[in-house]
């Protein structure tokens, strides 16, 4: 079956430090690939997405980042700040309707 | 706001009760999907439809239903209700049948179901 892994499943950062989650997966079908971030008690919100005929994607602090061939991708924040803090889901199945298991992202001040 | 609207927000009822979340997708997306959180845990998807018709199950109970109306609102059923079923439920919606073409998927703010 399909397989979505995300790495970490917890990171623990300092303000201003840059954090980064890579995402792997399994279908080369692939194309689309999102990541949503959750607060807690939240909804998902789609931060940043990138389509596969782009190597990389950048929107102010935040980044993704595709390697198509090793089938992964990651999202990159810079300068993070506590409002950061959550969780953070990859979907690149989303048409197999699958989430990674989460990335819980704490930035401490 | 996503466009996704669910009711009710809360919901406490007792075991072995039944009860029936519903979901208005954004305006013009045809696809409704059911996903539940319970506490510490990922986003289980439990199924989709599209325009009206079932496309997708996950792992959705026996004792759960779904439906997708004519005017694409949906509504997830829980019934024969169990401790363990107290969770995050969220519906989201997108204009196509899956991303596979870049589509995004938005989601409701979800309806918190506890079960004493």
């Not at chain 1, 596969?52 to 990651?74: M, P, W, Y």
């Amino acid at each position: 079956g399909e397989n979505v892994e995300q790495h970490p499943s917890t990171l623990s950062v300092q303000e201003g430090d840059s954090a980064v989650i890579k995402c792997t997966y399994s279908d080369s079908a692939s194309n689309y690939f999102p990541w949503y971030k959750q607060e807690l008690g939240k909804r998902p919100q789609l931060i940043i997405d990138i389509r596969s005929n782009v190597g990389e994607k950048k929107d102010q602090r935040i980044a993704v980042t595709l390697n198509k061939t090793a089938k992964h991708f990651s999202l990159h924040i810079t300068e993070t700040q506590p409002e950061d803090s959550a969780v953070y889901f990859c979907a690149p199945l989303w048409g197999k309707l699958t989430f990674g298991q989460g990335t819980i992202l704490t930035v401490h001040p | 706001d996503s466009g996704v609207t669910q009711t009710p927000k809360h919901l406490i009822t007792a075991t072995g009760q039944r009860v029936t979340l519903r979901c208005s997708p954004r305006s013009g997306d045809l696809s409704v999907y059911w996903y539940q959180q319970s506490l510490d845990q990922g986003l289980q998807f439990l199924i989709q439809y599209y325009n009206g018709e079932e496309r997708a199950k996950g792992n959705i109970l026996e004792r759960f239903s779904a439906q997708q109306f004519p005017d694409l609102h949906s509504e997830l059923n829980l019934s024969s209700l169990e401790l363990g079923d107290s969770a995050l439920y969220f519906c989201a919606s997108s204009v196509a049948l899956d991303s596979k073409g870049g589509n995004t998927i938005y989601f409701g703010e979800g309806s918190w179901l506890t079960v004493v």
